[in-house]
């Protein structure tokens, strides 16, 4: 079977958007719109076989453009580029020239710019695969937009597979040398409902280090080990038991142990039964508790969505390295192919 397509609703600027909705025998669905490639909905069973859905979103495209959503900026499920994350005061040098980048946090370029790849109408190809439902995303960034150099042609594929995989493969090409870090935004809540915020979810991070942060989160450069402070989450913690010892929550990056495909992060929820493990070939995983959720949002359900409604596992490339020569290197130059693969595993326990 095909994935299902539907209207999602129209852009502000009068652009008719889709959702994809991708399926497997166990019952999961997966809906993606075109819009900023966004994961709306995500249903997985609880251990009783219950559906139910597990990240946070809206039922139309309305719900990401309105006002109140463009001034909390939370990106609820989106494709993030044409850079995740923060870059210092928007800017970076690349091959001896300066580039100014848009500023829309602050003195710091976050998440692509004012209009990353999160608010653009990507083209979208339905299929299958030998490994199941598949939707296809395709973006060609130019030259010059929100400041980044040379032409990106994006290509991002969701799969959900046979055995309840949600996997998201990224490739890009360029014509001029540029920084790339492509990253999916989704907010999880395993609680379908029955909790307002994932505080008592358990968290694994197998990650030995992190990149230390300053007061507007840009990187210090320093990797420091994460024994005995509230960010070792190398055994399973609640997310909730050392939040208050972390100014502002976690907003933090931390540096994977190993390399190549391997375990992320793991998200457990003991009331549900739901279990998430997460593996990328990334070298690094942003984990952010939804800090800055107010409530003004609703979304699935009428939900209020209020401060740790969700959480973010944001596989990823380090923050600001374009302005760490210490840190993975992030410029893709032209003739290269970036490829990168991260999965999302769900099952009960």
């Not at 939900?303 to 020569?325: I, R, V």
Request: aromatic share 10%.
């Amino acid at each position: 079977m095909m994935p299902t397509a539907a209207a999602f609703g129209k852009t502000t600027d009068g652009v008719a958007v889709q959702l994809f909705t991708l399926t497997n025998a166990h019952g999961l669905r997966a809906a993606i719109s075109n819009y900023g490639g966004t994961l709306t909905s995500l249903l997985v069973p609880d251990k009783a076989g219950q559906l139910g859905e597990v990240v946070l979103g809206f039922d139309d495209v309305s719900g990401y453009q309105s006002p109140a959503f463009r001034r909390a900026n939370p990106y609820f499920g989106a494709l993030i580029g044409r850079y995740g994350n923060r870059i210092a005061n928007g800017r970076f040098v690349l091959r001896g020239k300066a580039f100014g980048l848009a500023r829309n946090h602050g003195p710091n370029a976050l998440h692509g710019g004012t209009q990353g790849f999160d608010q653009r109408v990507w083209q979208a190809t339905p299929g299958t695969s030998s490994e199941g439902q598949c939707l296809t995303l395709e973006y060609l960034s130019p030259d010059g937009e929100e400041g980044y150099p040379g032409n990106l042609r994006v290509t991002v594929v969701y799969t959900l597979t046979p055995n309840n995989v949600l996997r998201l493969a990224y490739t890009a090409v360029t014509d001029q040398p540029t920084p790339v870090n492509l990253t999916q935004h989704a907010y999880f809540n395993f609680s379908h409902g029955r909790r307002s915020t994932v505080l008592h979810h358990l968290l694994t991070l197998p990650a030995d280090r992190y990149t230390v942060v300053d007061a507007a989160f840009i990187p210090t450069g320093e990797l420091r080990a994460v024994a005995g402070t509230p960010f070792d989450f190398t055994t399973p913690h609640t997310v909730g038991e050392r939040l208050a010892q972390v100014p502002g929550g976690y907003d933090h990056n931390w540096v994977l142990n190993g390399h190549g495909m391997r375990p992320a992060a793991t998200l457990y929820d003991p009331a549900s039964g739901r279990l998430l493990e997460v593996r990328t070939d990334q070298p690094g995983l942003q984990l952010y508790t939804g800090n800055f959720l107010d409530g003004s949002l609703q979304g699935h359900g009428n939900t209020a969505y209020g401060q740790y409604a969700g959480l973010c596992l944001e596989t990823q490339h380090f923050p600001d390295s374009p302005n760490h020569p210490s840190f993975p290197n992030t410029i893709l130059e032209p003739g290269e192919i970036f490829h990168s693969v991260s999965e999302y595993r769900f099952g009960v326990r």
